[in-house]
């Protein structure tokens, strides 16, 4: 990891309506040197943040997601790339939690949100990187992909699909470094955040466990700004730990 706190010029952030994804949005905003945060998500929010532009994507669209890769990119190289988006449960869909709960279509709900869809992210916008110096693309994974920190079993297509996330992500780190020498490609383990993604669960988790969106993300962009690309190919916690695969 490295010492320096870098500038983000042109950023974007997929999945920006969402808990994690507004409030990178709001803390990026903020920082100094940032001239642009292309903010995609599936409904266009208008945003009163002056390097802030919003536009519409469709994570389960490949021609969407090449849409949006090129007007991100139309100005000038990306710097930082955050990939938000992911689900756990929708509607009648909950974690399995025994093999008797298995079905094919949990299986392949989760793995569009959470394995494909960034999957074709990385395919279209890390080309969109800049070569010159560093730059990083990020997606949100999760310790429970973890197949060594399993101990409870249950939840498979959830974990089998952060597994799969964090596959992706090794692989293109073994890629891009063979033409993007600087370039950094992770995944990110927030923590249980106070979201719509885990409210269902809260009542078993320790309060000091439970984070504020701000919390994670703050702890998040801390441990961006200290990646190097010897750490690409990684899965790095919010407290700055690496996940083990």
Excluded at 117 to 141: C, E, G, N, Q, T
Excluded at 184 to 193: A, F, K, N, R
Excluded at 214 to 243: M, N, T
Aim: charged share 25%; net charge positive.
């Amino acid at each position: 990891m490295c010492n320096e706190i870098p500038l983000y010029r042109n950023i974007v952030i997929i999945g920006a309506s969402g808990a994690l994804g507004s409030t990178f949005l709001t803390q990026l905003a903020k920082r100094q040197g940032t001239e642009h945060i292309y903010a995609f998500s599936r409904v266009k929010k208008i945003h009163d943040m002056p390097a802030v532009t919003a536009h519409v994507i469709d994570y389960e669209d490949e021609a969407s997601i090449k849409r949006a890769a090129i007007t991100a990119s139309k100005n000038a190289p990306l710097d930082l790339v955050l990939v938000t988006t992911g689900i756990l449960h929708e509607g009648a869909l909950m974690p399995e939690k025994s093999l008797r709960d298995l079905s094919a279509d949990k299986f392949q709900r989760l793995f569009m949100a959470n394995t494909i869809a960034p999957a074709l992210a990385a395919k279209h916008f890390l080309p969109k990187l800049r070569k010159d110096k560093r730059a990083i693309f990020a997606a949100l994974s999760a310790r429970i992909g973890s197949i060594s920190d399993n101990q409870l079993g249950g939840w498979y297509s959830y974990r089998a699909s952060k597994a799969a996330l964090n596959m992706v992500i090794k692989n293109a780190a073994i890629e891009m470094s063979r033409r993007y020498r600087e370039a950094i490609i992770v995944g990110l383990h927030p923590g249980t955040v106070d979201s719509n993604l885990s409210k269902p669960f809260q009542r078993n988790i320790v309060e000091d466990k439970l984070f504020t969106p701000e919390f994670s993300v703050i702890k998040l962009l801390s441990v961006i700004d200290q990646l190097s690309p010897a750490d690409s190919g990684k899965c790095f916690a919010w407290d700055g730990q690496e996940v083990e695969p």
